[in-house]
């Protein structure tokens, strides 16, 4: 007799679906899509070589299946020398969103969490000097680090707060969310202009001045006034 075979829509049992924890809540936020903002505070433009002023806001992504929870422990990433942390707040939509003005996109705002935009620096600035995608610098494994999430009608609305990050209990990054060249709303009305934002969206909305190297053994914390402190250690490299 033959044996029962099992069957299935897919020739590999597909991976499950990213997503993240909700303050007081059993139900999580499925994750469909990961956008960032290159330099968002005026003195990080400033130590990347850029001019805040001049500079309309410009995004890179990263994959969905990059997160990775507060709390974890994490192996130093292959393929660098010069491994970044860059402290960030996040924002999660939870309405859809197109061509909208800023008012608009405020409304599509559902949630906040704190995050870290992880940074192989060298391959990063390796694909600026030669005009290449940032993809290997900063699409990488692991490299979206993220605290559960608090909903905007729970903390409101995040306008201003610090916003800082130590290694290994050393204050290395401090700045205020005030200090946004692009304000939430901003970006989310600016980035409706090229996407179809909803829900399972989330943008990571920049850094402040302050990056630096981590290295293994080390300890990042970070903490954005309102939400959950977010930590993240670094294992060895793999
Ligand atoms: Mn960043």
């Given at each position: 007799m033959e044996a029962q075979t099992m069957s299935s829509d897919y020739v590999f049992p597909p991976e499950p679906q990213p997503s993240v924890p909700v303050r007081g809540s059993r139900q999580r936020y499925a994750v469909s899509r990961i956008f960032c903002v290159g330099r968002n505070y005026a003195a990080h433009a400033r130590e990347m070589g850029g001019d805040p002023d001049r500079e309309p806001p410009f995004y890179f992504t990263k994959p969905a299946n990059a997160l990775v929870p507060s709390g974890a422990t994490i192996p130093y990433?292959?393929?660098?020398?010069n491994y970044h942390y860059e402290m960030e707040l996040v924002v999660a939509i939870g309405a859809p969103v197109f061509k909208v003005t800023p008012e608009a996109a405020k409304a599509a705002v559902w949630g906040y969490a704190a995050g870290l935009d992880m940074t192989r620096r060298d391959l990063q600035n390796e694909a600026k000097k030669t005009g290449r995608p940032w993809d290997t610098g900063k699409g990488f494994e692991n490299a979206a680090v993220i605290t559960e999430l608090v909903r905007v009608s729970e903390v409101?609305?995040?306008?201003k707060g610090a916003i800082t990050l130590a290694v290994n209990g050393e204050e290395k990054q401090r700045g205020d969310l005030s200090d946004l060249i692009w304000s939430v709303a901003e970006v989310v009305a600016n980035l409706s202009q090229f996407y179809h934002l909803k829900a399972g969206d989330l943008i990571y909305t920049g850094t402040p001045e302050g990056v630096g190297p981590v290295l293994p053994g080390d300890v990042i914390t970070g903490q954005i006034e309102g939400l959950a402190e977010l930590s993240l250690t670094i294992g060895a490299p793999e």
């Amino acid at each position: 007799m033959e044996a029962q075979t099992m069957s299935s829509d897919y020739v590999f049992p597909p991976e499950p679906q990213p997503s993240v924890p909700v303050r007081g809540s059993r139900q999580r936020y499925a994750v469909s899509r990961i956008f960032c903002v290159g330099r968002n505070y005026a003195a990080h433009a400033r130590e990347m070589g850029g001019d805040p002023d001049r500079e309309p806001p410009f995004y890179f992504t990263k994959p969905a299946n990059a997160l990775v929870p507060s709390g974890a422990t994490i192996p130093y990433p292959p393929g660098t020398k010069n491994y970044h942390y860059e402290m960030e707040l996040v924002v999660a939509i939870g309405a859809p969103v197109f061509k909208v003005t800023p008012e608009a996109a405020k409304a599509a705002v559902w949630g906040y969490a704190a995050g870290l935009d992880m940074t192989r620096r060298d391959l990063q600035n390796e694909a600026k000097k030669t005009g290449r995608p940032w993809d290997t610098g900063k699409g990488f494994e692991n490299a979206a680090v993220i605290t559960e999430l608090v909903r905007v009608s729970e903390v409101g609305p995040l306008d201003k707060g610090a916003i800082t990050l130590a290694v290994n209990g050393e204050e290395k990054q401090r700045g205020d969310l005030s200090d946004l060249i692009w304000s939430v709303a901003e970006v989310v009305a600016n980035l409706s202009q090229f996407y179809h934002l909803k829900a399972g969206d989330l943008i990571y909305t920049g850094t402040p001045e302050g990056v630096g190297p981590v290295l293994p053994g080390d300890v990042i914390t970070g903490q954005i006034e309102g939400l959950a402190e977010l930590s993240l250690t670094i294992g060895a490299p793999e």
